[in-house]
Antibody
Framework: QVQLQESGPGLVKPSQTLSLTCTVSGGSISSGGYYWSWIRQHPGKGLEWIGY???????YYNPSLKSRVTISVDTSKNQFSLKLSSVTAADTAVYYCARDNLSVDVWGQGTTVTVSS | DIQMTQSPSSLSASVGDRVTITCRASQGIRNDLGWYQQKPGKAPKRLIY???SLQSGVPSRFSGSGSGTEFTLTISSLQPEDFATYYCLQHNSYPPAFGQGTKLEIK
């Protein structure tokens, strides 16, 4: 049973870079066959897909965030990471990491990130 | 980008009711659609994939149908644990897009 767990700071200052890591257990990112995604949910709002990475390192980002997003993978640690630069209060959200298999099938529990000085 | 329009945005129903939620895509997405249930403070949970395939472990009272641009999620007989928010997600083309959600409340 694959499980995902997000980690990272819960508070980020405006204009700084938000950095989160997702640790995958119960399965290997290197085995292939899945895309590994980041999704966020603004307070009381719907879901927004941020981007994904494949174990090979190929990525796709939502055009709405593309200029600020970097997703990377560390197969040796079975982790993938999100960096979102130049954050503002509008980036305050719950951030989920997820596995994509014929649409997203496994989600992390989510981590709340607040952007505030 | 493909836009997903979900309706209704909220719905009041009683235990035992049959409920239908609809998602419409701005262009054809074949059957590349999933349905999710989210309870407060929790991550979404996939109920349906490929428009009509039931996720393992999900009760059979949940069903999905549709293809192309119109899709439905049906709950045949509402149970107390079904009161939640439901989302559709298209993954036919990038970026994937969620519907805006349907909040299902107890009448």
């Amino acid at each position: 049973q694959v499980q995902l767990q997000e980690s990272g700071p819960g508070l980020v200052k405006p204009s700084q870079t938000l950095s989160l890591t997702c640790t995958v257990s119960g399965g290997s990112i290197s085995s292939g066959g899945y895309y590994w995604s980041w999704i966020r949910q603004h307070p009381g709002k719907g879901l927004e897909w941020i981007g994904y990475i494949y174990y090979s390192g190929s990525t796709y980002y939502n055009p709405s965030l593309k200029s600020r997003v970097t997703i990377s993978v560390d197969t040796s640690k079975n982790q993938f990471s999100l960096k979102l630069s130049s954050v503002t209060a509008a980036d305050t959200a719950v951030y989920y990491c997820a596995r994509d298999n014929l649409s997203v099938d496994v989600w992390g529990q989510g981590t709340t990130v607040t952007v505030s000085s | 980008d493909i836009q997903m329009t979900q309706s209704p945005s909220s719905l009041s129903a009683s235990v035992g009711d049959r409920v239908t939620i609809t998602c419409r895509a701005s262009q054809g997405i074949r059957n590349d659609l999933g349905w999710y249930q989210q309870k407060p403070g929790k991550a979404p949970k996939r109920l349906i994939y490929a428009a009509s395939s039931l996720q393992s472990g999900v009760p059979s009272r949940f069903s999905g149908s549709g293809s192309g641009t119109e899709f439905t999620l049906t709950i045949s007989s509402l149970q107390p644990e079904d009161f939640a928010t439901y989302y559709c997600l298209q993954h036919n083309s990038y970026p994937p897009a969620f519907g805006q959600g349907t909040k299902l409340e107890i009448k």
